[in-house]
């Protein structure tokens, strides 16, 4: 783990910017002249490649002369994915101005 991403405050392991050496088992030890106590938790840091499974575009889109568009683009991935778009051969839609995005 890396220095200055890990914290002890009043007894509360903080670990900020998580990544996936980060994951493991981690051990609250606690002692006084009574005796010594032990608590563990794991901590799983994941992360997963973008996916469409549980939010799919819609395949078909049928709209009217003069209306709007709203495509929806919301894959499930850690960390965020980037979003570009493209139509057809084109790439990226940049005559669309679409911006990169994360979400």
Known sequence: MHKGRI???N???IITNLNLTDSGIYQCIAENKHGTIYSSAELQVVASAPDFS???MKELIQLQIGSSAHFECKPKASPKAS????KGDLFP???LNVKRVSC
């Open 93 to 95: 839609v940049a005559w």
């Open 54 to 56: 549980r939010s799919p």
């Open 83 to 86: 979003i570009t778009w493209r």
């Open 11 to 13: 007894g509360a392991l």
């Open 7 to 9: 914290q002890n405050e």
